[in-house]
């Protein structure tokens, strides 16, 4: 397998794969544009598929982490076809090469306690290649990392992301424009609430100091109900609905 960087100068003519077509693509896009100058790394199959890891050096991460030093991966993704064909060691093997090349402490990236849960690492195969639990959140998720020097102070999840809670009542969801489903799937959780007079309020992340101060170890997408953490999985229209007792 062939794979291809994505950078600002060929991200008008290159599909990326989480993304989907039109607005969501675009939102993706600006997203990655502006965040190329801080360190991000996008590479793709060459093939079409969601097969694809995207990595930014920890301290420009959109995460309410402490790993200066380290290399923090925002989503590595084989689905589909895509699958058993040993694509994503490949894709992790040239972030650890990459971030060994830049001095790096080492590598890090969110999974999950026991099974693997929905825009999280599977913690079985990053356990297999070597990572380890770095800390852990009160919302069953974790922070793994792969150091290079045994003596390198492991990643620590800030309190915000380690101990989740707000002091609202009724639903919140936080998000960023990071994952491009977010764009197509929060509009419509609102119209919803909206028709089931269901209390629930918005909050988009767009800058880099309010996703690190987020109070959930989950920027992209963070679901609340009465001040405790429900999910980061991002939720649709119906999915929302049945978590609010609406029976369709």
């Known amino acids: 397998m062939n794979y291809i960087r994505i950078t600002k100068d060929n991200i008008d003519q290159e599909h990326i794969c989480c993304a989907m077509s039109g607005k969501q693509s675009n939102l993706k896009k600006e997203w990655m544009i502006q965040r190329f100058d801080e360190g991000l790394v996008f590479y793709r199959s060459e093939e079409r598929g969601k097969c694809f890891i995207e990595y930014i050096p920890a301290e420009n991460a959109w995460v309410p982490i402490e790993a200066d030093g380290y290399i923090y991966i925002n989503c590595l993704w084989i689905a589909g076809s895509m699958k058993g064909h040993g694509y994503s060691n490949d894709l992790l093997n040239e972030c650890i090469c990459d971030a060994k090349a ?3 402490k080492g590598v890090c990236i969110l999974s999950s306690e026991g099974r693997k849960k929905e825009f999280l690492s599977d913690p079985k195969y990053m356990a297999y290649k070597g990572f380890t639990d770095a800390d852990r959140s009160d919302a069953g998720i974790t922070l793994m990392y792969l150091p290079f020097d045994i003596s390198a102070a492991p990643p620590r999840f800030k309190t915000c992301a ?87």
Request: with cysteine; net charge positive; aromatic share 14%.
């Open 102 to 104: 830049q001095g790096k």
């Open 162 to 248: 380690k101990h989740p809670k707000i002091y609202e009542n009724g639903f919140v969801i936080y998000y960023t424009d990071q994952c491009p489903f977010t764009y197509y799937w929060v509009p419509r959780v609102e119209e919803a609430a909206k028709e089931y007079n269901i209390p629930l309020k918005v909050i988009h992340i767009t800058d880099k100091a309010a996703a690190q101060n987020a109070p959930a170890p989950v920027t992209t997408y963070a679901l609340f109900k009465d001040g405790k953490f429900l999910t980061q999985a991002i939720q649709s229209d119906k999915k929302f609905l049945a978590l609010a007792g609406v029976k369709l």
